[in-house]
């Protein structure tokens, strides 16, 4: 017999919850910036949306548009952000939880200011590289989700 009520949501361990908003920039000719985790950071090597957590009080939106002026030193305007999708993955220590966004305006060049190599892809391209558990899975439905 099915599960029903909060055992059903609760069916495995309790990890604590993180959230991360990440953002699928796109450009004039229809790519993607990804960019690869520098040495000395979880999952090192491994390419990434552009974002980072939500701290306390801020909603998705202004984390990622703090994230992106710190990590790339663009400007964005929350008007500019629109859902996309979002991954929902349990790592061994916590569950993360990731809105992503999609932005096809922003002010300034992106540049990476915390170490990390940048590139832009094709959505079809994205399956040359290795992200994180979290990100696999939206390799495969970008390329719809962006027609």
Known sequence: M???????????????????AACVLLDNEGRILIGKRPPGRSLAGLWEFPGGKVEQGESPEHALIRELAEELGI?????DLSPLTFASHSYPDFHLLMPL???????????????????WVKPTELAAYAMPPAD??????LPSLLR
Request: aromatic fraction near 4%; hydrophobic fraction near 40%; charge should be negative.
């Open 2 to 20: 099915p599960t029903t009520g909060p055992e059903a949501v609760h069916a495995g361990p309790t990890h604590r919850l993180l959230l991360v």
């Open 75 to 79: 400007d964005i305007a929350p008007a």
């Open 101 to 119: 966004f999609l932005c096809k305006r922003w002010r300034g060049e992106a540049t990476p200011h915390e170490g990390q190599e940048l590139a």
């Open 136 to 141: 696999e899975p939206l390799k495969a439905v």
